[in-house]
C-alpha cells in the first residue's frame, strides 16, 4: 500500500511473500509497480529417511525402504518437480539437479539429473522387487509384505501443504502411498531430541536449507549426522553430531565424505577447491540423500520510476549495490 501510494520506493524480498506473486504481476501490467522476481538462495527439499533412528525404520517398525539408492532415484523420476515449480511458485524458479545454486560458480556443470519420468521410475520399483501383487495400486515390500506407506513431514504453511500434496498425487503413479503429516510449529520446530526429523524419526520431510556463499557440502557428510553426542555412530566410529546435526537422512558415503573433507581444507580460488566441490556434488547427484524441489523465489517490488533493480541471488540484500539504483525523473 505505502508503494502503490508512492511512499516509498522499494520494497525487499523479506517483506514479501510468494503467495503475492500473482499481484505483483498484475500490478506491474498495469504499470503501477515494477516486479523483479528470481531465484534465492533458499533450498526446498524432501530428505530420504536413509539410516533412521535404531527404534525407527531400518527393519524395526517399518522396511527400510530408503536405503536402496534405487528406491531414492524411483522417487526422483516419479516426483513432476517441474509442476511444483509451475503451480506453487508460478513457475518462477528451476529444478535443481544440486544442493549448490546453478548460478553458482562452483556448480557442476556436468552432474546427473533426474527428469520427470514416471515410466522409468516405476520399472526401477520393479527391478527393486517392490511389486503390487495384490494389485491394489500400491506396492509391497518384498520381505515383509508391507505396503509402501510412507508419510511425509511438513508444517502447516500453505505453500508447504500444496507442494505435499502434488508429491503426494506424483508418487501415487508409481505405487508408494505418501501420508502428508501438517505438524503444528510448536511440533514441527521443537528442539533437540524431541524433533522427529532431527531424531531422524521419519520417512520423508520437507523442509528448507538457506545456502551460502561456500557450498555447504557437509550437510550430507557422515560426521553430520545428527544423533546423540554422547553414543557412537556406527557409520563412522565417531560420536553423532548431535541434535544440531546438519545431515538428519543418516546417508553415509566414504567418497563422498572424502571430496567433501577435500573440498572445504582446500583454498578458495585453487583449482583443488573447485574441483573436490564439483566431485562432491556429482557424488550427491547420483545418491539423492535429499530431492532438491527448487530454490525459493525471492522478489522485489519497485515503484515504476525504478525501472531495474539486480535482485542477485548472490546477495542476501537487493540494497548491495545501491548507489546503482536510480529512479527516471
Do not use: M
Not at 126 to 149: K, M, Q, Y
Not at 305 to 310: A, E, L, M, Q, V
Amino acid at each position: 500500500a505505502q508503494l502503490l501510494a508512492g511512499n516509498c520506493q522499494l520494497i525487499t524480498h523479506e517483506q514479501l511473500d510468494q503467495e503475492l506473486i500473482p499481484f505483483f504481476l498484475e500490478a506491474q501490467e498495469s504499470e503501477l509497480l515494477n516486479a523483479f522476481i528470481r531465484p534465492g538462495r533458499t533450498r526446498w527439499q524432501v530428505i530420504f529417511g536413509i539410516n533412521s533412528a535404531p527404534d525407527y525404520g531400518d527393519g524395526s517398525g517399518r522396511p527400510d525402504w530408503f536405503e536402496d539408492i534405487r528406491v531414492r532415484q524411483a522417487v526422483a523420476l516419479c516426483t513432476n518437480r517441474q509442476q511444483i515449480v509451475d503451480t506453487v511458485l508460478y513457475g518462477y524458479s528451476f529444478i535443481p539437479d544440486s544442493f549448490v545454486h546453478l548460478t553458482h560458480p562452483l556448480y557442476a556443470e556436468d552432474i546427473r539429473s533426474w527428469p520427470f519420468n514416471s515410466i522409468v521410475g516405476n520399472n526401477l520399483l520393479d527391478e527393486v522387487g517392490l511389486l503390487d501383487t495384490n494389485f491394489d495400486g500400491i506396492r509391497e515390500d518384498p520381505g515383509s509384505g508391507a505396503d509402501f506407506r510412507i508419510s511425509l513431514i511438513t508444517s502447516q504453511d500453505k505453500t508447504e501443504r500444496a507442494a505435499a500434496e502434488l508429491l503426494r498425487e506424483s508418487l501415487v503413479a508409481c505405487g508408494i502411498d505418501l501420508l502428508i503429516e501438517s505438524l503444528p510449529d510448536p511440533i514441527r520446530y521443537v528442539a533437540g531430541e524431541e524433533n522427529r526429523i532431527s531424531s531422524r524419526r521419519f520417512d520423508l520431510a520437507l523442509t528448507s536449507t538457506a545456502t551460502g556463499h561456500i557450498p555447504a557440502c557437509d550437510q550430507f557428510a557422515t560426521w553430520q549426522i545428527s544423533g546423540p553426542e554422547e553414543e557412537q555412530n556406527p557409520l563412522s566410529e565417531q560420536p553423532y553430531a548431535g541434535w544440531q546435526g546438519k545431515n538428519q537422512s543418516g546417508w553415509s558415503n566414504p567418497d563422498y565424505d572424502a571430496a567433501c573433507n577435500a573440498a572445504l581444507n582446500a583454498i578458495p580460488g585453487t583449482v583443488e577447491h573447485s574441483l573436490f566441490h564439483k566431485q562432491a556434488q556429482l557424488i550427491f547427484a547420483e545418491n539423492l540423500p535429499i530431492l532438491p524441489l527448487y530454490f525459493n523465489p525471492k522478489t522485489t517490488a519497485t515503484a515504476p520510476t525504478i525501472p531495474y533493480i539486480n535482485n542477485n541471488a548472490s546477495q542476501n540484500s537487493e540494497l548491495w549495490n545501491l548507489f546503482a539504483i536510480d529512479g527516471v525523473r
